[in-house]
């Protein structure tokens, strides 16, 4: 069974930086996708950024030029560097990870960290 945790949320001031983790267990995910969506009280689950197997990044267009998505497979890690954050940025961020695409139906899922950002 595989579980993810996240780590690295916290308060910050606009135009500041965060590193998130997702620290995953239970097998291998190198030959997994995976990504990041987040969470606003009351809006829907929303794509922030993903990174395939091979590498490849995709990021939601809010987010492009200001975050970076990476990955250790050394350590089952995958990272999310959120720089230049905006008060819009506050979220509960959710790591998912799946063997084909990260999409809301993704097969894995962390528990959330929390992102706030004051302006």
């Known amino acids: 069974q595989v579980q993810l945790v996240e780590s690295g949320g916290g308060l910050v001031q606009a135009g500041g930086s965060l590193r998130l983790s997702c620290a995953a267990s239970?097998?291998?995910?190198?030959?997994?996708?995976m990504g990041w969506f987040r969470q606003a009280p009351g809006k829907e689950r929303d794509f922030v950024a993903s990174?395939?197997?091979?590498?490849?990044?995709y990021y939601a267009d809010s987010v492009k030029g200001r975050f970076t998505i990476s990955r250790d497979n050394a350590v089952n890690t995958v990272y999310l560097q959120t720089n230049s954050l905006k008060p819009e940025d506050t979220a509960v961020y959710y790591c998912?990870?799946?063997?084909?695409?990260?999409?809301?139906?993704?097969?894995?899922w962390g528990q959330g960290t929390q992102v706030t950002v004051s302006s």
């Open positions: 998912a990870a799946d063997r084909t695409a990260i999409t809301t139906s993704s097969s894995y």
């Open positions: 239970g097998r291998s995910l190198s030959n997994y996708a």
């Open positions: 990174i395939a197997w091979s590498g490849n990044t």
